[in-house]
């Protein structure tokens, strides 16, 4: 059974830093696409940010030049470094992960809350 455990987030002020951590457990043969995605109160939910196999990456315009996303396939782990917070980016973070065999796993989902 593929499991997809969650860690970091908080409350931090703005300005300041987090990282979130992603892993993935289970029988699967490999990863094909890792991305995080958030949901603040109200709003939709919105894609942060993609990592492919081939390791090139991609971002909402809302965070470029301030977040950060990495793997480490062996690991099956997936991290998103999150710099200078703003009070908007306050929302519950989630990671999934694209597999082959064909799945598409999702983390618990983490609070990242910025103060202002």
């Known amino acids: 059974q593929v499991q997809v455990v969650e860690s970091g987030g908080g409350l931090v002020q703005a300005g300041g830093s987090l990282r979130l951590s992603c892993a993935l457990s289970?029988?699967?043969?490999?990863?094909?696409?890792m991305h995080w995605y958030r949901q603040a109160p109200g709003k939709q939910r919105e894609l942060v940010a993609v990592?492919?196999?081939?390791?090139?990456?991609n971002y909402a315009d809302s965070v470029k030049g301030r977040f950060t996303i990495s793997g480490d396939n062996a690991k099956r782990t997936v991290y998103l470094q999150m710099n200078s917070l703003k009070p908007e980016d306050t929302a519950v973070y989630c990671c999934?992960?694209?597999?082959?065999?064909?799945?598409?796993?999702w983390g618990q989902g983490t609070q990242v809350t910025v103060s202002s």
């Open positions: 990592m492919t196999s081939s390791g090139s990456t």
């Open positions: 289970g029988s699967i043969f490999s990863i094909n696409e």
């Open positions: 999934a992960f694209v597999t082959t065999p064909w799945g598409n796993y």
